[in-house]
């Protein structure tokens, strides 16, 4: 399995480059992430769960950072025992680049193997669940480090969700709210009767 990725991140290299070393930041932006600590010199005990297709497991694992070009890039060896799920390893090559003075161009090319049960499910699984794995750390890592937060990721998926609410709520929510004057819009008062449910 490869992946090749770029992001642009709205804050200075230095600044990107500092929060992918940071483990509280890490630990928030990896999906599924139990814990990451230290586990010697640059590297990392790492523990979390992932579903893949109708596998789901907790893998526990090795981080280790190699080759490293501060603060322009560092290259991340990984592997995983995820039981009887079977196991993952792999390396990533991240590279940081300025673009402009307050935003980094982050890069990144992946290379795994999974064996046991996530190997037999399918390399198209295996490859959908590892980009959007990916895609959600790097939604979640640019809330952190843009000053949002792990409450932007919370609001994320609460504001989703009560879209997604929102067409079945809407015929109540107005006869509900005879008072309004209607300049409330439509989705605010179907999320005020969709959280009244709980």
């Known amino acids: 399995m490869e992946l090749t990725e770029t992001y642009t991140l709205p804050i200075s290299q230095q600044r990107t480059w500092e929060a992918l070393n940071d483990t509280e930041i890490l630990r928030a932006s990896i999906p599924g992430c139990e814990s990451i600590d230290a586990d010697g010199e640059n590297a990392y005990a790492v523990v979390m769960s992932a579903s893949v297709g109708p596998v789901k497991a907790r893998f526990k694992g090795r981080m280790l950072l190699t080759d490293i070009d501060a603060p322009n890039a560092y290259t991340i060896v990984f592997e995983g025992q995820g039981g009887a799920a079977g196991f993952g390893k792999g390396n ?15 890069m990144y090319s992946a290379n795994a193997q999974v064996g046991g049960k996530l190997a037999q499910i399918g390399s198209r699984l295996v490859d959908g669940a590892a980009r959007k794995i990916a895609g959600e750390f790097f939604k979640r890592f640019g809330a952190q480090v843009g000053g949002d937060g792990g409450s932007a990721t919370a609001s994320d998926d609460e ?11 809407t015929d109540s929510t107005e006869a509900a709210d005879p008072g309004s004057d209607g300049k409330e819009p439509k989705r605010k008062k179907s999320w005020r009767a969709w959280i009244s449910r709980f």
Not at 92 to 106: H, I, N, S, W, Y
Not at 159 to 169: C, D, K, Y
């Open 92 to 106: 990533a090559r991240v590279t940081l680049e300025p673009d402009g003075d307050a935003a980094t161009k982050l």
């Open 159 to 169: 504001q989703s969700a009560a879209v997604e609410a929102a067409p079945q709520n």
